[in-house]
Structure formats: structure tokens, C-alpha cells
């Protein structure tokens, strides 16, 4: 199996997250809410897939920077998370892939990806970029 390497961007405004709820892509993500982010090209660094995405599934042209708070990697492939904080919250529209929608990040939806209720924290923790290995994307560290 070869390994994939995706990233995965949380974006932020006075203590709302954007989320998006997939319509397409694995099964396990289809109707759940996670963070904005995909597959990285083979010709583009993580943090120019970032803007790619956010541009994909926003609309959002990045203009602010977008800081990797950590990577986790499994045998999968890895992940790379970024943490965009923007001046303004801007409207978004619902795309072909999923609905976007804002939340308080004290507050998640019943329906995000179990992950985010350790790694929206983590986010927040003020710990230097750090690497977490796993068993599987998704998982929580040290299972």
C-alpha cells in the first residue's frame, strides 16, 4: 500500500471553526463534519495544498498564513493540520462536495469526526508543531 499524504485546515474567528460536512469522499466521512483539506499532489508542498483546498472548499482566497500545528502519521500516509485564523467570518456556500457551515468550537456538532474533540483542543494548546504517530487516521493518540 502506498502511503498518502493529505492536510487537514482548521479555520478560526472569535470562537467559531469552519466546518464542512462531505457528501463525497471516503465512507466513513460521508455526512460527518471535519476540517476543510485533502490530497496532496505530487508537484505541490502541504501548506500550497492547504490554500489549494480552502480555495476548493471555501472560496475563501487565503491571505492570511496558514500555520501547521502538527502532522499525525500512520501507516496510511500522513496528515498535515493547520490552524487559520482570519480577521472576519466570511458567508460560505454550500459546494459540490459538502455544506460548510460555522460552529462554536465549545460546541461541535453531534455529527463531526470523532477526532476533533482532541484535536481542536490540541490546536488551541499552544504546543510547538509536533509529529503523533497512529494506527489509523482518525484515531486518538497512543491508540
Same mark, same amino acid.
Given at each position: 500500500?502506498?502511503?498518502?499524504?493529505?492536510?487537514?485546515?482548521?479555520?478560526?474567528?472569535?470562537?467559531?471553526?469552519?466546518?464542512?460536512?462531505?457528501?463525497?469522499?471516503?465512507?466513513?466521512?460521508?455526512?460527518?463534519?471535519?476540517?476543510?483539506?485533502?490530497?496532496?499532489?505530487?508537484?505541490?508542498?502541504?501548506?500550497?495544498?492547504?490554500?489549494?483546498?480552502?480555495?476548493?472548499?471555501?472560496?475563501?482566497?487565503?491571505?492570511?498564513?496558514?500555520?501547521?500545528?502538527?502532522?499525525?502519521?500512520?501507516?496510511?500516509?500522513?496528515?498535515?493540520?493547520? +490552524?487559520?485564523?482570519? $480577521? #472576519?467570518?466570511?458567508? !460560505?456556500?454550500?459546494? @459540490?462536495?459538502?455544506?460548510? &457551515?460555522?460552529?462554536?468550537?465549545?460546541?461541535?456538532?453531534?455529527?463531526?469526526?470523532?477526532?476533533?474533540?482532541?484535536?481542536?483542543? +490540541?490546536?488551541?494548546? $499552544? #504546543?510547538?508543531?509536533? !509529529?503523533?504517530?497512529? @494506527?489509523?487516521?482518525?484515531? &486518538?493518540?497512543?491508540?
Amino acid at each position: 500500500m502506498s502511503m498518502k499524504h493529505y492536510t487537514l485546515g482548521f479555520v478560526v474567528i472569535c470562537g467559531q471553526v469552519l466546518l464542512i460536512q462531505k457528501k463525497t469522499g471516503p465512507a466513513w466521512m460521508i455526512g460527518r463534519y471535519n476540517g476543510l483539506g485533502g490530497h496532496i499532489e505530487d508537484d505541490e508542498t502541504p501548506q500550497e495544498c492547504m490554500y489549494r483546498e480552502l480555495m476548493e472548499e471555501s472560496g475563501m482566497p487565503l491571505k492570511v498564513p496558514a500555520k501547521e500545528a502538527f502532522t499525525f502519521v500512520s501507516a496510511g500516509g500522513t496528515v498535515y493540520v493547520y +490552524l487559520i485564523n482570519v $480577521g #472576519i467570518q466570511f458567508a !460560505v456556500q454550500d459546494i @459540490d462536495e459538502g455544506h460548510l &457551515e460555522w460552529f462554536d468550537i465549545a460546541n461541535l456538532p453531534a455529527s463531526a469526526c470523532d477526532n476533533l474533540q482532541w484535536m481542536i483542543p +490540541l490546536l488551541f494548546s $499552544g #504546543i510547538d508543531p509536533v !509529529v503523533l504517530k497512529h @494506527d489509523g487516521f482518525g484515531m &486518538e493518540p497512543g491508540k
